[in-house]
Every structure is written in C-alpha cells, then in structure tokens.
C-alpha cells in the first residue's frame, strides 16, 4: 500500500490523501464519507456493517473494503494529520480505537480493559492492541511526535496527548515542577517502561490560540495565580 500526502499549506484546509493499492491488497477505510476520488474497478469498494463493538467506539454504522488495483484520496479535516504506522513483530502498543481512520488486511484487534483510575482520567475504558503484519492509519490532532520511555527515568506527557503507549509501560496520574506550575497544569502520566509513546503534539492549540487573543491583563494574571482559575475564569 503506498500513501502520498497532498498538502496545501497556503490554506488551512487540512490535508488529502492518496491511497494506492496493488493487486491483491486491502485497505479497510473507518470513515468512508471522507473518501472524495476513486480510481478503479467499480466492484473495487465494498461497504459493510461494522460489527457492534465498532458501531460502539467507532460510532459508526458502515467502514469500506477498497481492494486492489485502484486508488482513491480521502480528505482529512483542517488541522489533523495521517499517520500511517507499520506494525513490527512483537509490538505491544495499546491505542485509542477512536484515532483509527484504516487498516490493512493482516491486522487483528484485541481489546484491554483498562483499570478504574486510567478509566478515569482517559474517559475510555477500553484500548485497542493491533498485531499481525500490515498497516493501520491513526488520525490526530497535529502531528505525532514519538518519545522514547526509560526504565527508571520518568517521561511526564500530558494525559490528553497520548495517542499510544507500550502495554507493558508502568503509568501513575501526575503532575511535575513546582506549585505554582502543578496548580494550573493538566494532569499528566508519570511513565516508565520500554519502548515509545506516541503523542498528537496539536491537541493544545485552541489553548495557544484562546491566550493569544485580546483579553484584558488583569484577567490573564488571575487565571494564572489563582488555583484553577483557568477552570473558573473564562
């Protein structure tokens, strides 16, 4: 499967993407209505009703089977990003179901129940561990940085951030530096263990975007000092 990004990056417009499929491959698309072109056989795509557990994450009702030879460009919404992932033998990442836009024939999903507290603060109660050989798609916010975890070391990343993490990482809710800075901070993991994090570094913009609007001193000052007053002072 080969994919090319096209971007217009003198328009915030988003991105298209263009899938090319050879003779033989499968690429099974979770958003079907984002497809805008397709080249090929007619007979080429097939819409299916995804199974419950997929209505249910994915809140969807149909994804489509595109089978090859045949292309087709799917357009992606301003300001996410595509990122094609090729599985490794043994990789042990747990994802948020949500984030998937398409998978390649070969992969197979199993879901981890995850434990009260991480229910808590991820909102989701279930993560998604995808092994075989292939491909997935995982949409984000913003681009995807990787951040390599360390035994003993800490990595604090922010909780809303992380799109994928290892299974086997050790993870705690935290917050890190000094008051002041744990007052106003979202919460975030604690992380230790072997292997990456995955993280969608445009999750915070709206935030960047809303403190550089025109707003009064005296209001930023206290939604800064203030504990929580980013939460009580809009």
Same mark, same amino acid.
Request: contains cysteine; hydrophobic residues 40%.
């Given at each position: ?26 690429? @099974? ?20 009703? !995804?199974?419950?557990?997929? !209505?249910?994450?994915?809140? *969807? ?21 595509? *990122? ?14 949500? @984030? ?27 993560? !998604? ?20 975890? @360390? ?32 007052? @106003? ?50």
């Amino acid at each position: 499967m080969d994919i090319q990004f096209e971007t217009d990056h003198a328009q915030v417009s988003g991105e298209a993407v263009t899938f090319r499929l050879g003779e033989g491959e499968t690429a @099974h698309v979770l958003h079907p209505g984002q497809v805008i072109a397709y080249r090929g056989p007619a007979k080429g795509r097939v819409d299916r009703l !995804m199974n419950v557990k997929g !209505m249910y994450r994915k809140k *969807k009702l149909i994804r489509a089977d595109f089978s090859g030879p045949c292309e087709f460009i799917a357009a992606l919404p301003a300001a996410y990003s595509l *990122k094609p992932i090729t599985l490794d033998p043994g990789s042990d990442l747990l994802y948020d179901y949500r @984030h998937l836009f398409h998978y390649s024939d070969g992969i197979a999903m199993q879901s981890r129940i995850l434990s009260v507290k991480n229910m808590f603060i991820t909102r989701d109660a279930i993560k !998604m561990k995808f092994s075989g050989e292939g491909q997935i798609g995982i949409l984000t916010e913003g681009c995807v940085v990787e951040a390599a975890l @360390h035994p003993v070391e800490p990595l604090y990343v922010q909780a809303g951030s992380v799109i994928a993490y290892p299974e086997n990482a050790r993870m705690e809710l935290s917050v890190y530096g000094n008051h002041l800075a744990s007052q @106003h901070m979202n919460y975030h993991w604690k992380m230790t263990g072997q292997g990456s994090v995955l993280l969608q570094a445009g999750r915070e913009n709206r935030k960047l975007e809303e403190n550089l609007e025109d707003e009064g001193l005296f209001k930023r000052i206290l939604r800064e000092v203030i504990p929580f007053g980013g939460v009580f002072i809009k």
